[in-house]
């Protein structure tokens, strides 16, 4: 087993390593080691757009970036660690996720910690949720990968993640938004992401003798950052992607009330219809039309609201009060 701790804590260099990896190394063992600065990774099938309050993320700058694995949407930051087993596909049960969470919980234990895995794939203490884990399998091999939330910031992981519910319509699988804790309550002070890491990798060198560390070489790196140029910071893929979904939303602005629905597909809006009680001087179907085929993102319907007279269709209003009704 090689024990990798990545040199970054940019979450798309982070996430493209796991993809990275798997070609590296296609058959050997590796315990994966990395902590993102603020950003929200979601699981390969969700919404994007449902599973986050994309108005908070883009004024706190916060990453949003796609993995590869199913599950629910996480919030990462410098007090939440992050681990990674790659091993062999067939070695062990796919829906198993005791045997690569046995260290995490042996270690817990050690530092008088009762935490235990309950339900499927999450470890709770004293019924409150520490760290949440997925898996994939791809190429001939498997990697299940989790969190461990130690001193991560409560209020942003909440407002981050915070939807209005009614916004969408859709298919994709919605995050079970469980109550959560971070580990500090528990562990024994001055025990933070950095010690943490050292003390889980203790624990992985005790249980494996042969494993070595490893550390990602410039050739390594840069064939990730070329990954992650054409992947993992595209909209494409960590908006495009998202299943297909309905969207609707009403605002109130001077102009009058304008609600807006729409079907989108793969990130592209097929059918928009607006309503409301604004007095528009042109047809509105007008404006309908010109939407299909635009992704459903902000940076292109401003470009499209740019090339148009908005008044013409709403009376006097800003192009930042409808861009408003459509995110």
């Known amino acids: ?45 969700q919404n994007t757009l449902a599973e986050i309050n994309l108005d908070y993320v883009k004024e706190k700058g916060i990453k949003v970036v ?27 049960d796919f829906m198993d996720f005791s045997v690569f969470t046995e260290p995490v919980l042996t270690l817990l234990d050690r530092l008088g910690v009762p935490a235990v895995l309950q339900g499927r794939n999450d470890l709770l203490v004293d019924g409150r949720k520490f760290s949440g884990n997925a898996k994939l399998a791809r190429q001939g091999k498997m990697i299940q990968h989790g969190t461990i939330l130690i001193d991560s910031e409560m209020e942003i992981l909440a407002q981050a993640l915070k939807v209005n519910p ?18 500090k309550e528990y562990l024994p002070g001055g025990t933070g992401t950095e010690e943490m890491k050292n003390l889980l990798t203790e624990e992985i ?3 494996n003798p042969g494993a070595k560390r490893y550390s990602l070489t410039e050739d390594d790196v840069a064939r990730i950052e070329k990954l992650v140029a054409e992947k993992y910071e595209t ?10 979904y309905n969207y609707r ?12 629905h729409l079907d989108v597909v793969k990130g592209v809006i097929e059918k928009a219809k607006i309503f409301g009680d604004f007095f528009a001087a042109h047809p509105i179907e007008e404006l309908e039309n010109r939407l299909i085929g635009k992704k459903h993102e902000e940076k292109d319907l401003r470009e ?14 800003s192009a930042d009060e409808i861009i408003e009704a459509f995110f």
Not at 166 to 183: E, G, M, P, Q
Not at 235 to 244: L, R, T, V
Not at 304 to 317: A, I, M, Q
Request: glycine share 6%; charged share 20%.
């Open 205 to 207: 060198l005790r249980n």
């Open 66 to 92: 796609r993995r590869m694995s199913g599950g629910g949407t996480v919030y990462h930051d410098l007090g939440n660690l992050n681990f990674s087993f790659h091993t062999v596909l067939g070695k062990h």
């Open 235 to 244: 909209w494409d893929w960590n908006f495009g992607f998202s299943p297909n």
């Open 1 to 45: 087993m090689y024990i990798i701790d990545s040199p970054s804590n940019n979450a798309y260099f982070n996430i493209a390593a796991e993809e990275f990896l798997l070609t590296r190394f296609p058959t050997q063992d590796l315990f994966l080691l990395y902590v993102n600065a603020p950003s929200i990774i979601v699981g390969k099938f």
């Open 304 to 317: 499209l609201f740019s090339e148009l007279n908005l008044t013409d269709y709403f009376g006097k209003v």
């Open 249 to 260: 939303k009403a605002i109130k602005v001077p102009a009058g009330f304008i609600e807006v």
């Open 166 to 183: 009614l916004k969408f319509i859709d298919k994709a699988t919605k995050s079970n938004r469980a109550r959560v804790v971070n580990l």
